[in-house]
């Protein structure tokens, strides 16, 4: 079972979109996808810094691997609206811990109006779905991929992001594959 955990006021159809596409794809390996009950902003008060007015992204793993051990889950990946960041990078849109099992993403920057353009749900169902699968996708081990069509493509902005499609490629298919074999 893979756990899809919002954290904090995340949208409802927008997790149940992203658990969709998660489980259409991973359902290949026997896994079934889990929304659960959000947990609460407050829990994470620890990320802030206040001088960056973001969060450390790090460390909302362990919290988030407390919960995938206790649910006995595969895997785990939070959602969150608040801004995360990595020491040396201006921001991220998620970051993933492979031996804890566990990612994190952000919708903060995946949303039009952050750039000035109209809300889009569509468009901000997409790209969480993106970012969604490629930080699963490193979670059972994979690394970055040159192919800017692949979802292991790393982004540095939305549009590396839009350029993608939501799923591995072939080469990264073939090594998630191998892989799930020895995770499972
Ligand atoms: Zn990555
Ligand atoms: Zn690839």
């Given at each position: 079972?893979?756990?899809?955990?919002?954290?904090?006021?995340?949208?409802?159809?927008?997790?149940?979109?992203?658990?969709a596409f998660i489980e259409s794809y991973y359902s290949?390996?026997?896994?079934?996808?889990?929304?659960?009950?959000?947990?609460?902003?407050?829990?994470?008060?620890?990320?802030?810094?206040g001088t960056r007015g973001q969060y450390l992204g790090r460390r909302f793993l362990f919290t988030l691997a407390d919960v995938r051990r206790e649910m006995k889950g595969t895997a785990a990946l939070?959602?969150?609206?608040?801004?995360?960041?990595?020491?040396?990078?201006?921001?991220?849109?998620?970051?993933a811990h492979p031996s804890l099992r566990t990612?994190?993403?952000?919708?903060?920057?995946?949303?039009p109006e952050f750039y000035g353009k109209?809300?889009?749900e569509e468009v901000l169902k997409e790209r969480t779905i993106k970012e969604a699968m490629h930080e699963l996708g490193?979670?059972?081990?994979?690394?970055?991929?040159?192919?800017?069509?692949?979802?292991?493509?790393f982004s540095n902005s939305v549009l590396d992001t839009d350029m993608k499609e939501p799923h591995y490629c072939g080469s990264c298919f073939r090594r998630l594959k191998r892989n799930m074999e020895v995770f499972l």
């Open positions: 079972m893979i756990l899809v955990i919002p954290i904090g006021d995340v949208n409802e159809d927008l997790m149940e979109a992203v658990s290949r390996f026997g896994q079934r996808v889990s929304v659960l009950r959000s947990l609460p902003e407050e829990e994470f008060v620890g990320a802030f810094n939070g959602v969150t609206s608040l801004d995360l960041y990595e020491e040396g990078l201006n921001f991220i849109f998620g970051l990612a994190v993403i952000s919708t903060f920057r995946l949303r109209a809300p889009n490193h979670v059972f081990g994979l690394q970055h991929c040159s192919n800017a069509r692949c979802v292991m493509h």
